[in-house]
C-alpha cells in the first residue's frame, strides 16, 4: 500500500458522523435518565459515558484526556458522575443505548443489512490494529469486551478508533506548545467553527481572552485577534501530525479496504446526517457532510 497518511483523516471524516449521534440521540438521553442522570443538558451523561472506560477517573484525570475542556467544568460533573451510577453500570447500558439510537437511526431492516456486518469487521480489525501506548482514552475503550452484534460492534470499534486519533491529536497540540484553551482559541482563528460554539467547553470570557494574548505574544494572532500565517501554518502541521499518528488501523486495512468501508458506511452516515441530531457547527471543525442522491 502506498503510504499515505491523509487517509487518517479521510476516514475520520468518514466514521465520526456515524459515531456522534450517540451524544445526542434522544434514545441515548432515555437511558441516561434511567441511570439518573439530569438529562436537562448533554454533559452530565457526556462525561459519564465518554470516561467510564477509564474506571471511576477524578475531575483532573478526565481534563487531562480530554483536554479541551475547562477542568472547572469538568469538575461540575467529575467525579460526581459515580454517585449517580458507577462506571460498571453506565459500561453496561452503554450498548442498550447504542441499540436503540441505530435501530432508530436505521430501522430493523436496516440492521439486518450485510453491509453493516462487513463494515463492522473491517473496524474491528482495524481497531485491533490501533497501538494503545501513551493513548489512555483508545486503550480504555480496547478494553471493552466486544458485543456480538453488528451494529454494536461497529460502534465500538469507532470509539476505539476516534479516541485513538484523539490521543494522537493531544500528543500533536503538545509538541505545537498549545494548552487546552489555546488548542480552541488557534482553532476558533482559522474558521473551523463560531468562536460561540467553543463556549460549550466551558472557558470564560476572562481565561479565552488572556489565550489571546499569550497566542498573539508568539505571534499566532494579530492585532484584531485574527490567526496569522504562522498560526495556519502551525494549526495544519498539528493536524499532519495528528494524521500520522493516526495513520496504522487504516494502514492496516489498506487503501482498497478502506474504500469499501467508506462506501459500505454511507446508508449510516447519510441517515446520521439527515437526522437533525447533529450540530451543524462544532469544535471539531467537521461540517455536514452533503449527502449523495439515491
Request: hydrophobic share 45%; proline share 8%; charged share 25%.
Amino acid at each position: 500500500m502506498t503510504q499515505d497518511p491523509g487517509l487518517a483523516r479521510r476516514m475520520w471524516h468518514q466514521i465520526e458522523p456515524v459515531h456522534a449521534p450517540f451524544w445526542y440521540s434522544p434514545e441515548v438521553f432515555a437511558e441516561a435518565a434511567a441511570l439518573g442522570f439530569d438529562v436537562e443538558s448533554r454533559w452530565p451523561s457526556y462525561f459519564a459515558w465518554r470516561s467510564a472506560p477509564l474506571g471511576a477517573p477524578g475531575a483532573e484525570l478526565v481534563a487531562s484526556t480530554f483536554y479541551s475542556f475547562s477542568p472547572r467544568m469538568v469538575g461540575e460533573h467529575v467525579p460526581a458522575s459515580w454517585t449517580v451510577a458507577p462506571p460498571a453500570r453506565i459500561l453496561e447500558a452503554r450498548p442498550r443505548a447504542v441499540d436503540r439510537m441505530y435501530r432508530a437511526l436505521l430501522g430493523e431492516e436496516g440492521l439486518r443489512d450485510p453491509g453493516i456486518a462487513e463494515a463492522a469487521r473491517l473496524l474491528r480489525e482495524a481497531a485491533e490494529a490501533a497501538a494503545h501506548a501513551g493513548r489512555p482514552l483508545a486503550a480504555a475503550n480496547a478494553a471493552q469486551p466486544w458485543p456480538d452484534e453488528p451494529h454494536l460492534v461497529l460502534w465500538q470499534a469507532i470509539a476505539v478508533l476516534r479516541e485513538h486519533r484523539g490521543d494522537a491529536h493531544v500528543a500533536a497540540l503538545l509538541t505545537a506548545g498549545l494548552d487546552p484553551c489555546e488548542a480552541l482559541v488557534s482553532f476558533a482563528a482559522i474558521g473551523a467553527a463560531p468562536v460561540e460554539t467553543f463556549a460549550s467547553r466551558g472557558w470564560t470570557d476572562e481565561e479565552w481572552a488572556a489565550a489571546c494574548e499569550r497566542l498573539a505574544a508568539r505571534g499566532l494572532l494579530d492585532g484584531d485577534g485574527a490567526a496569522t500565517e504562522r498560526c495556519r501554518e502551525l494549526r495544519e502541521s498539528i493536524e499532519r501530525i495528528t494524521d500520522d499518528l493516526a495513520f496504522a488501523p487504516w494502514r492496516a486495512l489498506g487503501a482498497e479496504r478502506c474504500e469499501r468501508l467508506a462506501k459500505l458506511l454511507m446508508p449510516l452516515l447519510i441517515s446520521a446526517l439527515e437526522s437533525g441530531l447533529l450540530p451543524s457547527s462544532n469544535t471539531l471543525g467537521i461540517g455536514r457532510i452533503p449527502a449523495p442522491s439515491r
